[in-house]
């Protein structure tokens, strides 16, 4: 996992977060499928914050920002204000 890993390896699966974060939405089944990887990345991401994991590593906080990015191109922010998530997020 991201959390038990130091760079570069930690910067390697923030860049895989990115990758996995850009899978089209025909990839999935139905939207309660979308919904539930959704939640998963909002809940990683919010756990990243809230424990500021890794991010003092310039290439961390980098990827880091770009998932950011690749959440806010991907997704609406309708479907994230709808999420359970996504008020401690």
Not at 15 to 41: D, H, N, P, Q
């Amino acid at each position: 996992t991201y959390a038990a890993t130091q760079p570069p390896l930690s910067n390697c699966a923030l860049e895989c977060l990115v990758r996995i974060a850009s899978v089209r939405r025909s990839l999935f089944s139905g939207e309660a499928e979308r919904t539930k990887f959704l939640s998963r990345l909002l809940m990683g991401t919010r756990d990243i914050l809230r424990n500021q994991t890794g991010l003092a590593e310039h290439e961390n906080y980098h990827e880091f920002c770009r998932l950011l990015g690749r959440l806010k191109t991907n997704y609406q922010l309708s479907e994230l204000v709808g999420l359970d998530s996504y008020a401690e997020w």
